[in-house]
């Protein structure tokens, strides 16, 4: 494994901290059922500074004048190894991952009060894990408990993850290779999606198609809960039940993503059960594709977060009142609200290590300005539930279309095209297998 990027990105924030020591612990272990635990999944911010795959472990960074990298992790144990794998132990993960210092966990709470003492200020995320605050405090008071020996506790506390979001919202390159590979995995998964879809399949026989070849290529995991929704259940914004017949007719809307060494893709693309989009089905998507476009040709250095999403607004706005399903102008509609019926959710949101990922999205009352190494979704959709008010033709068509958009020098580059988008594109894929 390639260290740099971590030890790059340890160097960064401790020159970010200026002073003082910062204490971040990894994921624990979660029992799912008696003796099975859930898959370990590396807590992001751990991850992102350490690279380090262990449950138990424990980073230190220490910055001023002599910065230093320190972590706490499980001594090698050839009885559990035998059963769970191997460890890397304190001496193996000081020269696999580039640590000055390292040492067994079970010397934490011992060594903790001893690295905090005489340190100007503590970096660690308040109220997150209530046992971490508890552990922390315990350390700060067995320092404050040897003021007459000179020991001073740090007097300032800050947030830990504050700092690391700041650096997280904008990828640096080995992110941003991986992002790029989660996308291309992705897409290959919704494009056999595509290819295995037909009236009278189940929903999950889809599912496990994408699934096998997001593994198939080395996903460690989906990046969060798949939907794949055909009928009314596309109509349903978070719907992952994934166990219905698919009938003649029917559009379905697949929103999968797949996480690759700790990075999410996330796309969804809606298509027709049979291959060919109907009129009515063909109207809908057709205007959802061009509030996408618009969307898309609104990200770029410079703009602010809201951008995209006023874009596609406007699109579909004019699209629904188009359609017969609202009535007004654009600027009533939208100064109304009266769009929040068929689009009810937000157009984007940043996307990394985690789905929705982390970075404030404004800056004192202003929208984030977007810079270049943002990654965030492009997913506007459009809901027609069946209604009185609404033609029968339109009931039950639920389409978003969703890519992801790595903001650029002078625009964006949209890492999920390997997905087929346009009508043309998907009913030729779809007609590939049936031909
Ligand atoms: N897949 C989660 C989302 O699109 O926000
Ligand atoms: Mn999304
Ligand atoms: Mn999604």
């Not at 001893?114 to 100007?120: K, S, T, V």
Request: proline letters at 6%.
């Amino acid at each position: 494994m390639d260290i740099t990027p971590f030890v790059d990105r340890r160097a960064r924030l401790i020159a970010r901290m200026g002073e003082g020591v910062a204490i971040l612990p990894t994921a624990t272990e979660k029992t799912r059922n008696r003796d099975t635990p859930y898959p370990y999944r590396a807590d992001s911010y751990f991850h992102y500074l350490s690279g380090f795959p262990e449950p138990e472990g424990v980073l230190v960074l220490i910055a001023g004048n002599t910065p230093q990298s320190i972590l706490f992790c499980r001594d090698r144990d050839p009885d559990k190894e035998i059963w769970d794998g191997y460890r890397y132990g304190p001496e193996g993960a000081k020269e696999a991952f580039g640590f000055d210092e390292t040492y067994s966990i079970s010397q934490l709470d011992e060594k903790l009060p001893e690295l905090i003492a005489n340190q100007p200020a503590l970096w660690h995320s308040l109220g997150f894990e209530p046992e971490w605050d508890t552990r922390i405090g315990k350390a700060l008071n067995a320092v404050r408990a040897q003021s007459r020996a000179g020991k001073r506790a740090p007097t300032a506390i800050h947030d830990l993850r504050a700092a690391l979001d700041e650096m997280r919202l904008v990828k640096d390159s080995h992110e941003i290779a991986l992002m790029r590979r989660a996308a291309d995995i992705a897409a290959a998964g919704h494009r056999r999606a595509m290819r295995a879809a037909a009236p009278g399949r189940y929903e999950y026989e889809i599912e496990a198609e994408f699934l096998h070849e997001f593994r198939r290529q080395g996903s460690q995991f989906p990046a969060y809960t798949s939907i794949v929704a055909s009928g009314p259940g596309a109509c349903v914004l978070h719907y992952i039940n994934n166990d219905r017949q698919m009938q003649d007719g029917e559009l379905v809307l697949i929103d999968a993503g797949c996480e690759l060494d700790g990075y999410a893709s996330d796309i969804t693309r809606t298509f027709p059960v049979n291959g060919r989009y109907s009129g009515p089905q063909r109207d809908v998507y057709q205007l959802v594709l061009d509030a996408q476009s618009a969307a898309i040709a609104a990200v770029k250095p410079g703009v602010h977060f809201m951008t995209p999403h006023e874009a596609a607004l406007k699109v579909l706005a004019q699209g629904i009142i188009d359609l017969k399903l609202l009535q007004g102008s654009v600027d009533s509609v939208i100064e109304s609200e009266s769009y929040k019926r068929f689009y009810m959710h937000r157009t984007s949101h940043w996307l990394g290590m985690d789905v929705h990922d982390v970075g404030e999205y404004k800056t004192g009352d202003d929208w984030r300005i977007l810079v270049p190494g943002m990654v965030l979704t492009i997913e506007p959709g459009c809901y027609i539930r069946p209604a009185d008010d609404v033609p029968t033709a339109f009931h039950n068509i639920g389409v978003r279309i969703e890519d992801d958009a790595l903001v650029t020098l002078n625009g964006c580059e949209i890492l999920t095209t390997a997905a087929p988008k346009s009508v043309a594109d998907v009913e030729a894929v779809m007609a590939e297998v049936k031909s």
